[in-house]
DNA sequence: GCGACAG
DNA sequence: ATCTTGTCGC
């Protein structure tokens, strides 16, 4: 698929959140998304380092048919983080691998599932809705822990939910994706609903935890990284 | 000031 | 994120 190059990256800090700032404007957040997506694309990154910038990196992208979740493409890039892991900058240190993998993919997928948060985020700007921006694509975020907000336990049941609440605002779901099994955390990252996205995580993850999208796209990264 | 902190 | 054994349960 075909995305814009991306700007000159930051390197300090300070550069990186003002980017988050300028770029939140941008997100479409009334829009109900797509409701019944043909394809939809896993993102995930695995590291070799200690979190530092230069650690090397193989990030994966894997398109399934939403309806059957087969898979109907995949791409795989190898390189070094551009940035090191600090929280709340995340974005920085996978984007462009992930777009680049992105770019490889022979056809745009309907919908981006990101592993971490889209809104639930110290300043609203998470990795699903930084690339969401710079796609245009609809895509919101499955993360395994909270980072922002707080929660009341969802029920113990397969879609159970409770809303994550930071600052007055509520900018996620904690979603019970397998009874009894610690909840996912669902945010909103560009041009899709909170409803909605959770809807489709369930549609996702039907016998683990995690939806299949991530599932498969950390097993294309890990076995990339061990490659190369 | 102290602890917590997506991956 | 990653480093790692055994153990419990379907």
């Keep these: 698929m075909r995305i814009a190059p991306l700007p000159a990256w930051p390197a300090a800090a300070a ?12 997100l479409d957040l009334a829009s109900p998304g797509p409701q019944e997506p043909r394809t939809v694309a896993g993102l995930d990154v695995t590291y070799a380092g200690d979190g ?9 992208a894997v398109v399934l048919d939403f309806a059957t979740l087969e898979v109907v493409a995949e791409s795989v890039v190898t390189g070094a ?7 709340g900058l995340f974005a920085f240190r996978e984007v462009p691998a992930l777009v680049e993998a992105l770019r490889r993919l022979p056809a745009a997928p309907d919908l981006l599932v990101c592993d971490g948060h889209g809104l639930a985020h110290p300043r609203r700007f998470g990795l699903a809705c930084h690339l969401g921006v710079l796609t ?3 895509a919101f975020g ?12 969802p029920g113990p049941r397969r879609g159970d939910a409770s809303a994550l609440v930071d600052g007055g605002e509520t900018v996620g779901r904690a979603l019970r994706t397998r009874d009894g ?9 560009h041009r899709i609903d909170l409803d909605t996205a959770c809807r489709h ?17 950390d097993r294309l990264s890990r076995d990339a990284l061990g490659a190369g």
């Design 15 to 26: 550069e990186a959140a003002a980017v988050q700032d300028r770029m939140r404007p941008l």
């Design 136 to 138: 245009g694509l609809p």
């Design 81 to 87: 983080s551009p940035f090191p892991y600090v929280p």
């Design 52 to 60: 530092g910038a230069g650690d090397r990196l193989a990030a994966a």
């Design 201 to 217: 995580t369930l549609a996702l993850a039907r016998e683990y935890r995690l939806p299949e999208t991530t599932r498969r796209a």
């Design 181 to 189: 099994v610690k909840p996912v955390f669902v945010s909103v990252g």
């Design 142 to 153: 499955v993360a395994k822990t909270a980072f922002v907000g707080a929660h009341e336990p």
